[in-house]
């Protein structure tokens, strides 16, 4: 399932310098797109991310969710892109973060279809 996270999720991660176990244990996998709107990789990345969604949870049987930001559309966007930046230490976007089990497994920046089922399935 794909989700956008709340400012409500931000700013709680911001305060506890990691996102809720609410949201990185949501799901066997899980998978936190941090982005801009702007950005061509994640214009890319927003044209698969539904068939790896669907090909994650349907057709492989893997019970994941996707969550997704683009913060610069945001009021909040200076304080996100510091926690962003400062506290989870990646200047790039996108940026996503992978969960397994509630524990961060790996990070990438832009990363193919491919690339992005693989890193939630192995």
């Known amino acids: 399932m794909i989700r956008t996270l709340t400012e409500t ?25 941090l982005t801009q709107s702007w950005c061509p990789q994640w214009r ?8 790896a969604d669907k ?3 349907e057709t492989m049987g893997k019970r994941t969710d996707i969550y997704v930001l683009e913060y610069d559309k945001e009021s909040w966007y200076e304080e996100f892109l510091a ?7 990646n200047r790039e976007v ?3 973060r992978y969960y397994r089990e509630g524990r961060l497994v790996g990070e990438t920046n ?7 089922i693989s890193r939630l399935t192995t």
């Open 9 to 33: 999720d931000c700013r709680s991660a911001i305060a506890r310098g990691e996102f809720d176990p609410s949201i990185i244990a949501s799901a066997p996998m899980v998978a936190v797109v």
């Open 110 to 116: 832009f990363i193919s279809s491919q690339g992005f």
């Open 94 to 96: 996108p940026y996503i």
């Open 55 to 57: 090909k994650l949870n």
């Open 44 to 51: 890319f990345m927003q044209g698969y991310l539904r068939d």
């Open 83 to 89: 926690f962003k930046e400062d506290t989870l230490g």
